[in-house]
C-alpha cells in the first residue's frame, strides 16, 4: 500500500466512525474557529479524530486544519489539509454535512496544483467518499458502511447542466453576480444547501455550478483555499469539470496564509467561462 492508500483508508474509517456518532454533536460550541467563524463542538470533535488518526501515518509529514490555527509538524511526508466538518451549521437543522481532505506534496501555505489528492466525504441519507489522486484516472466513489466499505462507482459531471446554487445575499453580491445569477436562475433549477460537499455531490450528480462569490460580508469570499476550494477543484477537475476564482483556476490560487479565502465557483466548463465573462466582462 502507497502512502496515498494509507490517507484514503484512514479518511474512510474515521468517516464511518462520524458518520455513525454525529447526532451526539449537534450542540452549538462558544468558540470561535482561526477564520472567526462559530465553532461547534462537532468542529472540534471530528477534528480531533481526524487528527488522532491521519498525524500518525508514516505518509503524513504535516497536518492543518480549519480548525487549528497553525499547521501541525508530524514529521516527513504529505500535508493534509481538512475541513473536518464543512457545513458543520447543518447539524442543528439534520441536514447533510461533509469531510474534505487536501493532500500536498508541498509544504502549506501552497497553490492546489502542488496536491496529488483529493477526498470529499458527503453525510447524507447515507455516507459517500469520493476520491481523485494523480496516480489514477477520475473520481472513484465508495459507500462507507458500518464496518466496511464497497465501490459506490464513478463521479463524472454530465455535459448537460440541471442544477444552480449560488451562496450570498443579492444585496451583497456585486451587480455583475446578481446578474449573472439571474440568467442562471432562469435556465438552472435552484440547489443550495449550506455545506459546499452536499452542494457540489448535486453539480456532480446533475451537472450545472456551485459558487460562492465575492461579498460585502466576505470580501475574499468565504470558502478557504486549503481546506475547501483547491480540494473541491481537485475533484471537480478530475470528474470532467472546471473551476474558477472569476480570472483563473481555483488550483492557481496562491494563497497567502494558510487560512486565505477565495470567491469560488465550481461545475461545467462553459458555466465557469459564462462566469469568467460575467464577472471580468
Ligand atoms: P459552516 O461550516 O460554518 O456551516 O460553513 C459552511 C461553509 O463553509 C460551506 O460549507 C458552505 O457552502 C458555506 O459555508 C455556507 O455559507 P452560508 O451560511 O453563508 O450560506
Given at each position: 500500500m502507497n502512502g496515498l492508500d494509507g490517507v484514503v483508508k484512514s479518511v474512510q474509517q474515521t468517516a464511518r466512525y462520524v458518520a455513525s456518532h454525529l447526532a451526539d454533536?449537534?450542540?452549538t460550541?462558544?468558540?470561535?474557529?482561526?477564520?472567526?467563524?462559530?465553532?461547534?463542538g462537532a468542529d472540534v470533535w471530528a477534528d480531533r479524530l481526524f487528527f488522532e488518526e491521519l498525524s500518525e501515518l508514516d505518509a503524513v509529514g504535516a497536518y492543518a486544519s480549519e480548525e487549528r490555527?497553525?499547521?501541525?509538524d508530524c514529521g516527513r511526508g504529505y500535508s493534509v489539509a481538512i475541513d473536518p466538518l464543512d457545513g458543520s451549521s447543518n447539524l442543528a437543522s439534520?441536514?447533510?454535512?461533509?469531510?474534505?481532505?487536501?493532500v500536498y506534496d508541498a509544504e502549506l501555505p501552497a497553490a492546489g496544483r502542488a496536491m496529488v489528492a483529493a477526498i470529499m466525504v458527503l453525510y447524507g441519507p447515507y455516507t459517500t467518499m469520493a476520491v481523485?489522486?494523480?496516480d489514477t484516472d477520475g473520481v472513484g466513489e465508495f459507500l462507507l458502511r458500518d464496518g466496511f466499505s464497497e465501490r459506490w462507482g464513478t463521479c463524472t459531471i454530465p455535459e448537460t447542466a440541471t442544477v444552480?446554487?449560488?451562496?450570498?445575499?443579492?444585496s451583497e453580491r456585486s451587480d455583475a453576480c446578481n446578474a449573472l445569477a439571474d440568467e442562471l436562475n432562469h435556465d438552472l433549477k435552484p440547489r443550495y444547501g449550506g455545506a459546499t460537499v452536499a452542494d457540489l455531490r448535486q453539480v456532480l450528480e446533475y451537472g450545472g455550478l456551485f459558487g460562492y462569490p465575492a461579498t460585502t460580508t466576505n470580501p475574499d469570499g468565504k470558502l478557504r483555499v486549503h481546506f475547501e476550494s483547491a480540494p473541491l477543484a481537485y475533484i471537480v477537475d478530475a470528474a470532467?469539470?472546471?473551476?474558477?476564482?472569476?480570472?483563473?483556476?481555483?488550483l492557481d490560487v496562491d494563497p497567502d496564509g494558510l487560512h486565505a479565502r477565495t470567491p469560488t465557483f465550481l461545475g461545467n466548463g462553459v458555466l465557469i467561462e459564462q462566469?469568467?465573462?460575467?464577472?471580468?466582462g
Open positions: 454533536h449537534t450542540g460550541g462558544s468558540e470561535t474557529n482561526p477564520s472567526g467563524e462559530a465553532q461547534i490555527q497553525d499547521v501541525v439534520n441536514n447533510s454535512v461533509g469531510t474534505i481532505v487536501g481523485a489522486r494523480a444552480v446554487g449560488l451562496a450570498g445575499k443579492t470532467g469539470g472546471r473551476s474558477t476564482d472569476g480570472t483563473q483556476s481555483l462566469v469568467e465573462t460575467a464577472l471580468t
